[in-house]
């Protein structure tokens, strides 16, 4: 079926150290979003990319979404304990349902202070 | 305003029980989404209603389970016969936009026994 994967599964990093998490998908997406979930909470939009080769930051997150809107990526500069978390990016197949995203396995952030 | 909510949190059973997840979704939002995240794995999208109709129901694992959204407003999912393979966090989404931000409930932890 289809897939997005997601890398790394886990990363760990100084407090103040960048973090990039990636994005594959095997067929052309629609669209894109990215969610954090906290430990303990429930996944929380972050974001969504429509455009191919669509930049969009906010504060230190910078996300991109490749030409061919089969990749995407997150970027977290100067990393801080608040950005603990587990990221996950979610697209909707070109041609499938509207409701239907399909998740990442996401990558879990530690930050060490 | 208020967000997703879900009911119960937890809920642990014996195979072969019933259980009844509800979810409401925030207010005027016709989009409700249910999916599932079992240990390990990712997010995995279960059925989309659009008010009281079920646009996409390709994520249903079998049919011993039914969501039901009667007056397009809360939601529910119920798991006749439970099997152990069932556990996992069940969210709840809800949407204004079709292709947009996703509110995440905060999710109902199921344990099968």
């Known amino acids: 079926g289809q897939q997005v994967m997601q890398i790394p599964q886990y990363q760990h990093v100084q407090e103040g150290e960048d973090f990039t998490t990636y994005c594959n998908s095997s067929?052309?997406?629609?669209?894109i979003q990215w969610y954090k979930q906290r430990p303990g909470g429930h996944p929380v939009f972050l974001i969504q990319?429509?455009?191919?080769?669509e930049v969009k930051k906010q504060k230190r997150l910078t996300f991109q979404f490749g030409e061919a809107k089969k990749n995407s990526s997150l970027h977290i500069t100067a990393t801080q304990t608040t950005d603990v978390g587990t990221y996950f990016c979610a697209g909707r197949v070109v041609g499938g349902s509207q409701g239907n995203l399909i998740f990442g396995k996401g990558t879990k952030l530690s930050v060490k202070p | 305003e208020a967000g997703v909510t879900q009911f119960p949190s937890h809920s642990v059973i014996e195979k072969g029980q019933t259980v009844t997840l509800r979810c409401d979704p925030i207010s005027g939002h016709d989009n409700l989404y249910w999916y599932r995240r079992v240990m390990g794995k990712e997010i995995k999208f279960l059925l989309h209603f659009v008010k009281e109709s079920k646009q996409d129901e390709s994520g249903m694992p079998n049919n011993r389970f039914l969501a039901e959204r009667t007056g397009g407003t809360y939601s529910t999912l119920k798991v006749q016969p439970a099997e152990l393979e069932d556990s996992g966090v069940y969210f709840c989404?809800?949407?204004?936009?079709?292709?947009?931000?996703?509110?995440f409930g905060p999710g109902t932890r199921l344990t099968v026994l």
């Open positions: 990319l429509v455009k191919s080769g």
């Open positions: 989404a809800s949407s204004q936009v079709r292709p947009g931000e996703q509110f």
């Open positions: 067929t052309t997406l629609s669209n």
